[in-house]
């Protein structure tokens, strides 16, 4: 089959970990299908004029570099300039530039290579254009979601009519968990069965390494306990409760805490670490390639998710791929995923005190790090492509 991918999330130069799993699955499914990926680069013209007065001296700010069509592994990516506003990122907007900037390469694409589907990531802003393009071209969409195009956006009035739109429309819904099946069912019920597949892991990168080897690599100490966390800092992360909880952890543990990822919260987090005075304990790394994450993984003794919401988070099967113990919080997907004791532990979002006992327990516990990856392994991208491909056969007979 050949499928069109859109999508507002795949990785780039600026943005290395955005949308990994999106990329993963597309490339999984090219082994036995034909895909190409329509991935829009922010563009904002006025943010250019106003960078180019800067240089004169009245200040602004630049945006939208990035090439037209560029390759990743094998997989065309076509990436057309996408309107945004000068102040802020109004998503109820770009849903709609969304598709503007692709409709002409769209059509383009379907005469050059004629299409079966369109399979958009997220509901809004990549599942509203693709509902809308369908139309235009005759073509069957389905949509998968994610997490917060379902429990977060909807919370907006405009764009919870936008989501709406786009689930009742497309031919077939996806999502990575039952925890957001049932959101969507209850939010927007459709005509249609909502299908759950999760997110998968890269067998081939995530397996376990030995962790001495992978601390020295990186440059941490080899005698101490390592907590690691990784995503994107922002409030709904919880990484300030994860802070605090350190706090405790680290008067009972010699332990480090590392933080990967970057966000809004990032300065806001750099200060409580300081005031909390653990900050000659706590790593902030910033962002690293995905092709370093197996490495982190392997480097530490236990991987920390404290969100206060999630879909199905991809880096805690990675995470048990390696044969690593998770302890998180009990939001989304995430029961989905550690499905009992001997994979981690499963705690209440924003309980500082009970998270650092669930991290003293974890740090102090031996884990079978072999059966957790032989876990880990059961959530092959592979896998989950060919689940995909069975909906794709499927939607084939649905009428237009």
Excluded at 132 to 144: D, F, N, Y
Excluded at 202 to 225: H, M, N, T, W
Excluded at 233 to 247: I, T
Excluded at 364 to 370: I, L
Aim: hydrophobic fraction near 45%; aromatic fraction near 10%.
């Amino acid at each position: 089959m050949k499928i069109l991918i859109l999508t507002d999330m795949f990785p780039d130069e600026s943005e290395p970990a955005s949308g990994v799993f999106v990329y993963e699955l597309t490339k999984a499914l090219s082994h036995k299908n034909e895909a190409v990926v329509i991935h829009p680069r922010l563009w904002n013209p006025l943010g250019l004029l106003a960078s180019f007065a800067k240089k004169r001296g009245t200040g602004g700010s630049s945006d939208g570099k990035g090439k037209y069509n560029r390759p990743a592994n094998g997989i065309e990516v076509y990436r057309p300039k996408l309107f945004v506003l000068p102040k802020g990122d109004r998503l109820f907007f770009r849903a709609f530039a969304f598709v503007f900037a692709a409709l002409p390469l769209v059509k383009r694409l379907q005469r050059k290579y004629p299409f079966d589907l369109i399979h958009a990531h997220m509901a809004c802003p990549a599942g509203f254009a693709a509902v809308l393009l369908g139309m235009v071209c005759g073509t069957r969409v389905i949509i998968t979601a994610h997490g917060s195009d379902v429990h977060t956006f909807p919370q907006n009035f405009f764009l919870r009519r936008l989501v709406h739109f786009a689930l009742k429309r497309a031919h077939k819904v996806a999502t990575v968990s039952f925890a957001l099946k049932g959101l969507i069912e209850k939010m927007a019920p459709l005509q249609k069965e909502v299908s759950v597949i999760r997110n998968g892991v890269r067998e081939d990168a995530f397996f376990p390494i030995d962790k001495r080897k992978c601390r020295e690599r990186l440059g941490l100490p080899v005698s101490r306990k390592a907590i690691l966390f990784v995503g994107n800092l922002r409030p709904v992360k919880g990484v300030d409760s994860l802070l605090r909880a350190f706090v405790t952890v680290s008067k009972s543990n010699r332990a480090d805490l590392i933080i990967i990822g970057k966000g809004e919260s990032a300065p806001e987090l750099k200060v409580l670490t300081k005031a909390l005075g653990i900050e000659a304990r706590v790593y902030f790394v910033g962002p690293v390639s995905h092709d370093m994450i197996p490495l982190w993984l392997n480097a530490c003794d236990v991987l920390c998710l404290p969100s206060h919401r999630e879909g199905f988070p991809t880096i805690i099967v990675e995470a048990f791929a390696c044969g690593r113990p998770v302890v998180a919080t009990r939001v989304g997907g995430v029961p989905e995923a550690v499905i009992n004791d001997s994979l981690g532990i499963l705690i209440d979002s924003n309980q500082p005190d009970v998270l650092a006992s669930a991290l003293n327990t974890a740090l102090a516990k031996e884990w079978n790090s072999q059966a957790i990856a032989a876990y880990g392994r059961l959530f092959s991208w592979r896998a989950i492509a060919e689940e995909y491909r069975h909906l794709y056969e499927e939607m084939l007979d649905y009428p237009l």
